[in-house]
């Protein structure tokens, strides 16, 4: 059964840090990596997807890294803002069938200060 | 915009009383799903439709139902809340292909009193 770790559970930076996220899975079988962000009481906002053949991805500020075979991605984000402020989850996708499914990490709560 | 839209945002329910959940999107996407996220826990899978097919997580208590009438809409319903039914109700939705990413809605927050 795949089981994704994030690390660590909190965080909380000076504005401008750069910082990273980790998250860890059990079983390197996976199709792609998603990183999502959720702000207290809201849903979740789409913010990288690696699919299992890529090393990395970037958008503005994030960069995330996928390592397949020692089950580790990490997120990386620059200069942090306090608008950053969030939880942070990753969340792997398996299964056998053209559109899989998700299992997700617990998350890593960032505050960013100014 | 293309999005993924649930109704209401909040709910509040009595023990016991049935209550159904929205989901509604304009991706056009061929797979929804249902994750129940309670306070500070992961996102738990409870069901999926791909195209009419329903998909039920083994897991997945029989109080929870779904309903997907077309394309662009899926219901939950809990049959009978309990105060541990209380939680983030998320919808999600993706298509079959390409990075079958996958698309979420902003969340239902149900309180069971």
Request: aromatic content about 10%; glycine content about 8%.
């Amino acid at each position: 059964k795949q089981e994704v770790t994030q690390i660590p559970a909190a965080l909380s930076v000076p504005e401008g840090e750069n910082l990273v996220l980790n998250c860890s899975f059990t079983d390197s079988a996976i199709y792609n990596l998603q990183w999502f962000r959720q702000d207290p009481g809201k849903g979740l906002t789409s913010l990288l997807l690696i699919q299992s053949s890529q090393r990395e991805q970037t958008s503005g500020r994030l960069n995330a890294s996928l390592d397949k075979s020692s089950g580790r991605s990490t997120l990386y984000i620059a200069a942090s803002q306090p608008g950053d402020s969030a939880t942070y989850l990753c969340a792997v996708r398996t299964g056998g069938t053209s559109y899989g499914k998700l299992t997700f990490g617990q998350g890593t709560i960032l505050t960013v200060h100014p | 915009d293309a999005m993924v839209i649930q109704n209401p945002r909040y709910q509040v329910t009595q023990f016991g009383k049935p209550v159904t959940l929205s989901c509604s999107q304009t991706l056009n996407h061929n797979v929804m799903y249902w994750y129940q996220q309670k306070s500070s826990q992961a996102p738990k899978l409870l069901f999926h439709y791909y195209d009419k097919d329903f998909n039920n997580e083994a897991d997945t208590p029989d109080n929870f139902q779904s309903r997907r009438p077309n394309t662009s809409f899926c219901f939950l319903d809990i049959r009978s809340p309990g105060l541990g039914d209380a939680a983030m109700y998320l919808c999600a939705t993706s298509r079959t292909g390409g990075s079958n990413e996958q698309f979420f809605g902003p969340g239902t927050r149900l309180t069971v009193l």
